[in-house]
């Protein structure tokens, strides 16, 4: 018998298991489902009552053209909340990536004095987020704020970026030791030999290698950023995605199909991203934790 | 060797370049605002305005209001009593859920699993705000909800419920527990399957081969051999529990759990400082101690986990 054709995975044993999974994946199914199919009627499928409601592309319609409800002259730039928080969702990604791989190479692959104290700290403050000094970090921002009325809103865009960037860093430096970790010692040696800085190391040769890697620690910092609510609201100035949904649930005018719009609308990039690269991130969520 | 000695001198400065960029966002980031934490949670603050407060010590007021608070104040024991319930009622929900997913998983086929994966990461990548607005339709206290049609439909209730804002404590705990159980169920789920997927198949055809089953497997060769890896979930879900609050804050926000019973500690010292009465003294010091017991347990949690073995030396470095 052929190591081959021991079953370790039991055919019969399969449907049996998937049947149970599915089952306690039916809340998460039904509740966006529910969501993402509200948002294409005319009114709020959630509680099943498909009969009295009927498809239309209205909700969609109205999101766009900027009308949160149905009468009225109430106006929102959906688009440029889109906007915002695609900036604020690629600042966090072009910084963390940048920080997790320039800081992750000399960790990983330097030996120095206070080398261990840098990856224990790092692995501390991974462990302990950031999230918790919020009141020191607004504190920050208020005093650093610029007094030119003009410039404050740029600089909340500014701010907000770097203060939720600076949440990922010690995950993503870890991350990024890791995959430079992975990488054969040879290359770097005969380039060190052959004169090459540590900087052309870096950036000729072990930024290539570990593509894969960058990409990962880009995406994540992305939806770190795009899935951002609370550095949002608090730091920046104008509106997103988000803070529109969190202020209109809020309000009595509020016409609930077309939020379940906004939302759907605002899910999409992290669906698409996750079709794209679901192994990828996998081995981010996973990452840094080898033992 | 006149090149040797010149390596040498630039060596002692080139790492330092290359940590620089984490250095200096570590330091601006985290060193900073934790000192004006600690600073903050020494004046009266108020109102965020710095200008009239900030410059005033007034010792340790706010630390003794704050304990007078927590002995006195009804909503301030539930706030406590609450961080107590939900961040270990929660964190078994994570672990175990997170264990029993990725031990099934494993036993799946390459496509169920995915697809079961795919499920299971969307609460923890979705957008937050739309993340607890699925939530809210479903636990919605008006015939709109959910659970509360499914619940009418069936006949179970003859009027729907407020399920956040009745039967207090256990109502709002019931659904906070469960909307940030299945955001933590994934980190399991992923942590613990990519470590069941690292074990050398052998074991499991050996097992196999002996006529193991399904649950021997899981209770005598894979469990044993992820005991670390569900130590690294245990002890590091029970810190970003302890510490996260954004999806609690809009279910609190949007009304949906009761406001008292559903405030962890996190989120009551973001509420004090950003949303209620702007008090950032008090808000301070009840974040400084949430840093300090954070701060004791996530060493702690390095200490057991034996993560010193992880910082050995670059093996290669010239």
């Known amino acids: 018998m052929a190591l081959k054709d021991v079953e370790v995975k039991k055919k019969m044993n399969q449907f049996l298991y998937t049947v149970v999974l599915l089952a306690f994946s039916l809340p998460i199914i039904t509740g966006f489902s529910l969501l993402i199919l509200s948002s294409f009627s005319n009114e709020m499928v959630t509680n099943f009552d498909f009969l009295k409601t009927f498809l239309t592309l209205q909700n969609w319609k109205l999101l766009f053209q900027g009308r949160i409800a149905l009468t009225g002259g109430l106006r929102e730039n959906i688009l440029l909340y889109a906007f915002n928080t695609l900036i604020v969702a690629l600042g966090v990604a072009v910084l963390t990536t940048f920080v997790g791989t320039i800081s992750g190479y000399a960790i990983s692959r330097m030996n120095f004095k206070g080398r261990k104290i840098l990856l224990i700290m790092m692995l501390l403050l991974h462990a302990l987020p950031g999230s918790v000094l919020i009141v020191g970090v607004y504190f920050l921002y208020r005093v650093s704020m610029p007094t030119n009325y003009q410039f404050i809103r740029y600089f909340s865009f500014f701010y907000v970026i770097i203060a939720r960037a600076a949440l990922e860093v010690p995950f993503s430096v870890w991350l990024m030791k890791g995959f430079f970790d992975m990488l054969p010692w040879e290359v770097e040696w005969s380039a060190i030999v052959d004169g090459a800085s540590r900087w052309k190391v870096w950036y000729r040769i072990m930024l290539p290698l570990i593509k894969p890697g960058v990409v990962a620690v880009l995406i994540f910092g992305f939806l770190a950023g795009w899935q951002d609510i609370i550095y949002v609201r608090t730091f920046l100035i104008d509106k997103t995605l988000a803070t529109f949904i969190e202020s209109n649930l809020e309000t009595e005018v509020a016409y609930m199909p077309l939020l379940a719009a906004a939302a759907t609308f605002y899910l999409l990039p992290t669906v698409l991203f996750y079709v794209f690269s679901q192994q990828l991130l996998f081995k981010v969520y996973a990452g840094g934790i080898r033992r | ?318």
């Open chain 2, 1 to 318: 060797m006149p090149r040797v000695v010149k390596k040498f001198d630039s060596r002692m400065i080139e790492p330092w370049a290359f940590v620089a960029p984490a250095l200096i966002i570590v330091l601006i980031f985290y060193f900073l605002p934790m000192i004006l934490t600690i600073y903050t949670s020494f004046t009266p603050l108020r109102n965020w305005n710095i200008s009239r407060y900030a410059h005033q010590i007034v010792g340790w007021r706010n630390y003794q209001r704050l304990l007078h608070a927590i002995l006195n104040d009804p909503s301030v024991r539930a706030v406590f009593l609450t961080t107590f319930v939900f961040v270990s009622v929660t964190l078994t929900v994570n672990v175990l859920g997170g264990l029993l997913l990725a031990l099934l998983n494993f036993f799946l086929g390459k496509k169920s699993s995915s697809l079961i994966n795919t499920i299971w990461l969307l609460p923890r990548m979705a957008p937050i705000a739309v993340y607890a607005l699925v939530w809210y339709y479903f636990f919605h206290g008006s015939k709109m909800g959910t659970l509360n049609s499914l619940l009418l439909k069936i006949g179970v209730i003859s009027q729907p419920i407020s399920f956040g804002q009745e039967f207090l404590p256990l109502g709002p705990w019931s659904v906070i527990v469960f909307v940030n159980g299945l955001v933590g169920v994934s980190f399991g789920l992923i942590v613990l399957s990519s470590a069941i997927n690292s074990i050398p198949s052998e074991y499991l055809i050996a097992a196999r081969v002996d006529g193991a089953t399904d649950w021997q497997i899981c209770r005598r060769v894979l469990i044993p051999q992820i005991k670390w890896h569900l130590m690294y979930v245990t002890t590091w879900q029970l810190l970003s529990l302890l510490t996260s609050y954004a999806h609690t804050y809009l279910l609190v926000s949007w009304k949906l759990v009761n406001k008292t019973y559903a405030s962890p500690w996190a989120l009551y010292v973001y509420d004090l400082a950003f949303t209620g009465v702007f008090d950032q003294g008090l808000a301070a010091a009840a974040g400084t101690v949430l840093v300090i017991v954070g701060g004791f347990l996530g060493w702690f949690t390095l200490k057991i986990l034996g993560f010193d073995k992880l910082m050995g030396q670059p093996r290669g470095d010239l």
